[in-house]
């Protein structure tokens, strides 16, 4: 289950921060996360908040923005969400999409005292 690996790591740069700002009590994070990533973020809630159970950290909110997957046709320009890894452009066929979002996962911040 990748989300655990992803929730440790997360854990790790939180409490570095935390650290860094002199910071005890975790209150809220923030974090995206793309649609391409795979990573379910009920998964990712559960094993956060398995991880602080207990901890310095416990009682922590985890907050989850969920990014979809889009792109830009490089012929027509046209932006759109693209649906099971599908790459043509919904307007003129093309081939050429670029990615704009749907590969993040991003922590975004972290509300601590
Ligand atoms: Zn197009």
Redesign the pocket.
Known sequence: MHEMGIAKSLLEIIKREMKKSKVKRLKKVRVKIGELTAVEPEALRFCFEASIKDTDLDGARLEIEDVPLTGK?H????RFRFHHFVSL?P????KKIEKLTGTELDLVSIEAV
């Open positions: 046709c012929d027509c320009r046209t452009c307007v003129c066929g093309g």
